[in-house]
């Protein structure tokens, strides 16, 4: 896949095949094509080195039938309450629906927040529902359903997520009018370093920063968002939320445990597999490797 003409190519064909044909563009030349056009690289899956290349050659190679319920937005809330043995860290869910048509707006409260258990980016937050644009919302849910997250960056798990509508408790604190996610980077159930983001609703807004264990600004961060000019408060439930993640991240050997603390409260939030679907350059780009040392495979293909 030396040529980034011929991995354009080949990942605009896949995009416009329907499902149908989509086997004529095979899943591994697809990644190697998406790796080359947007790493702007070659994918090595023989003996992957980077955290970037091991995440891709786990999308092809490491099919745990469990990811399905982990990036599940509304299965994953019961897994964890029973890893963890208590409900007390699930954001309440007040309905789940199979299409926009079902649901009952006059029927949810005044705060809510809405969106699909199959897919990525998508929340849609009613804090006064005066103000809520029902009809916006229904389209932009329609088209959620819709979609085919797996067939975006070739995360397999997705496809296989009965899709639904999940309606949730608005959560709200005081002390912090934008809320704070904590998200920390496990490997065999260690958490090495996490990122702190705010904001994320809004790109214009957001700032994000990696941070390391003991809550320093850790050596590298990522082009795409701006960092945090003064590093963030620490969470009063830092150690809670640790453990947590330990838990969590036990037996994988690399799993993004998400979680918020709000009103002195730690709340789960969500499992990510993936971080931007292995694509996350890092700045200085070294630090792709660097990470990448942290993440042992269960299994080479040579």
């Known amino acids: 896949m030396k040529s980034l003409l011929f991995a354009r ?15 004529l563009v095979p899943e591994k030349i697809w990644i190697k094509a998406l ?34 319920t982990m990036v599940d937005k509304w299965k994953a809330k019961e897994y964890v309450s029973k890893l963890l043995g208590t409900d007390s860290y699930i954001i309440p869910t007040i309905a789940v629906y199979e299409s ?12 809510f927040v809405v969106k699909c258990n199959h897919n990525s980016g998508v929340v849609l937050i009613c804090r006064n529902k005066n103000d809520f644009d029902i009809e916006n919302a229904k389209i932009e849910l329609t088209k959620c359903l819709e979609q085919d997250y797996s067939q975006r960056f070739g995360e397999w798990a997705y496809k296989k997520v009965p899709r639904r509508i999940i309606v949730e408790k608005y959560m709200y604190d005081e002390s912090q009018p934008v809320l ?9 159930g260690k958490p090495e370093f996490l990122y702190v983001s705010a904001g994320m609703e809004d790109y214009d807004t957001a700032k994000l920063v990696f941070l390391t264990k003991d809550w320093k600004r850790a050596p590298f961060h990522r082009p795409d968002h701006k960092e945090f000019e003064t590093l963030p408060p620490k969470p009063g439930k830092y ?44 700045i200085p780009a070294k630090y792709d490797e660097e990470v990448g040392k942290l993440l042992h495979l269960q299994e080479k293909i040579r």
């Open 239 to 282: 150690e809670e939320m640790l453990l947590i993640a330990e838990k969590l991240s036990a037996g994988f050997p690399f799993l993004r445990v998400d979680l918020y603390e709000i009103n002195n409260q730690v709340y789960f939030s969500e499992l990510t597999l993936m971080p931007c679907a292995g694509y996350m350059k890092f």
């Open 9 to 23: 190519i080949v990942c605009r064909l896949r995009m416009v095949l329907p499902n149908s044909l989509k086997f």
């Open 35 to 68: 790796y080359r056009k947007i790493m702007n690289s070659e994918l090595r899956l023989k003996n992957p080195i980077t955290f970037n290349e091991k995440l891709n050659w786990m999308k092809l190679y490491d099919h745990n039938p469990l990811y399905v």
């Open 100 to 111: 926009v048509n079902d649901i009952k707006w006059d029927e949810l409260p005044e705060q």
């Open 180 to 188: 704070v996610d904590y998200k920390f980077y496990c490997f065999n």
